[in-house]
């Protein structure tokens, strides 16, 4: 799981099931996304689809993505950047991947150490859940309300 910082986005991020960032950001392969804010992974998902767009009205412009892109991302990635325009200022239309995610679950998998998250980090949710086989997302969101790290 890639844990990423989202302050000021938890809610946009939870209302359209993904995340967004600059897309000259690498980051590596991984399954699941991690949602953190206030010395918490507030959220966690599996990913469906990786999509770097453009936004120029009224034409989603797609430039890469793992898999083909549905309607209902591409619903999602336009509303969300309406969303960041109207809630923050910030104009996310160009330049910007999406991490889409079936759902985004609810937890509370918390940091115990001091200072907040700087940056991505990774966990082997494996390991983590002491589990090499791993449940479906909605359990792993459950089992990581009682883990911490």
């Known amino acids: 799981m890639r844990a990423v910082t989202c302050g000021l986005t938890l809610e946009e991020n939870f209302e359209f099931n993904l995340y967004y960032d600059s897309a000259n950001k690498s980051y590596r392969e991984h399954k699941y996304i991690g949602i953190y804010s206030d010395k918490c992974i507030r959220g966690v998902g599996e ?7 453009d936004y120029i009205y009224p034409h989603l412009q797609i430039i890469s993505s793992v898999s083909p892109v549905t309607d209902n ?9 309406a969303k960041a325009k109207e809630n923050n200022g910030w104009d996310i239309s160009r330049d910007n991947k999406f991490f889409l995610v079936k759902q985004l679950y609810r937890t509370e998998f918390r940091k115990q150490s001091k ?11 494996e390991e983590v859940l002491n ?12 089992i990581l309300n009682t883990k911490y790290w």
């Open 73 to 81: 991302q591409r619903e999602r990635i336009i509303k969300v950047i």
């Open 115 to 125: 200072g907040s998250m700087r940056g991505k980090q990774y966990f082997d949710l």
């Open 131 to 142: 589990n090499p086989k791993l449940p479906d997302v909605a359990q792993i969101a459950e």
């Open 47 to 53: 990913i469906e689809n990786v999509i770097t767009a």
